[in-house]
């Protein structure tokens, strides 16, 4: 059964970050070509992955089912249950329900009577986009269609789980802006981003970001910097000091330091 915490759980996303509140908080760059290129890749197709959403903030649950149906389709290669989803998300059943509904209309999920597995479609839209940003994958035989080779998924799962508290007041379009900062943190934790650099790597608007990053900086999730040699130019970075950004960064980070990582989330990979 594919759970990310029991079923008796009430409140998934706090467990999730409590689960990696002691780690240490080790902030050192990755450096070596593999870590830049992996994060590089990652940074791609998330962006390229989130383009679709909308700036409203209703597009959020959605992409809470998404990224655990994708982890679960293309990494862990696991069709799932709807109370298997409802038992893994802190989402309401009868908003699970729903978007199901719509999503399997949308011809992107399918359903044959007790498990979801990817529609067609979703399965060449993925590839499309793995290949993309030279991300491996390999195909399969069967209605998954394909198994990525590297923890996209699972990074993907694991920051937006954590994110998801705040789903009421962000736009599923906002994480193409997070995965670019995130990017930087990653990679030059020391240095902020001006507007127009994160703009033209998320393809987000210039007018939507300004938005977007005024609405994440009200919940702390960013800091914005005055530009050292221009007062009039704002610059942007990840909040370290917020917990749930220690949180988010652990998984990231070890996810590109550890050679041997899966995935994040307990979610049990099957042999093809």
Not at 36 to 53: C, D, E, H, I, P
Not at 70 to 99: G, M, N, T
Not at 162 to 173: A, E, P, V
Not at 193 to 219: E, F, H, N, W, Y
Request: with cysteine; hydrophobic share 40%; proline share 4%.
């Amino acid at each position: 059964m594919l759970q990310l915490f029991p079923s008796s759980s009430k409140n998934k996303t706090a467990q999730l970050e409590t689960r990696f509140a002691q780690l240490t908080r080790d902030h050192g760059a990755l450096s070596t070509p593999s870590e830049v290129s992996a994060v590089n890749r990652y940074t791609n197709f998330a962006v390229a992955l989130n383009q679709g959403q909308t700036v409203t903030k209703r597009s959020f649950p959605a992409i809470l089912i998404k990224d655990y149906a994708l982890l679960s389709w293309f990494e862990c290669s696991k069709p799932w249950q709807e109370a298997e989803l409802c038992a893994a998300i802190d989402l309401a059943p009868k908003v699970i329900h729903r978007l199901l509904h719509k999503l399997t209309d949308q011809d992107s999920f399918s359903f044959d009577g007790q498990h979801y597995w990817p529609s067609q479609r979703l399965i060449t839209k993925i590839t499309a986009i793995l290949e993309h940003s030279g991300i491996a994958c390999r195909t399969r035989d069967d209605a998954l269609g394909l198994q990525v080779l590297e923890p996209v998924f699972s990074r993907l799962h694991g920051v937006s789980q954590i994110i998801g508290r705040f789903q009421d007041q962000l736009s599923g379009r906002y994480l193409c802006v997070e995965n670019v900062l995130w990017r930087q943190e990653l990679l030059q934790p020391n240095q902020s981003m001006r507007c127009s650099d994160i703009s033209r790597i998320s393809q987000v608007p210039k007018s939507t970001l300004t938005t977007m990053l005024d609405q994440a900086r009200g919940l702390n999730l960013v800091k914005e910097l005055t530009d050292a040699s221009d007062a009039r130019v704002s610059r942007w970075k990840i909040n370290m000091q917020h917990p749930m950004n220690i949180a988010r960064y652990e998984i990231l980070r070890r996810s590109f330091k550890d050679p041997e990582f899966q995935n994040i989330n307990g979610l049990q990979h099957t042999d093809i």
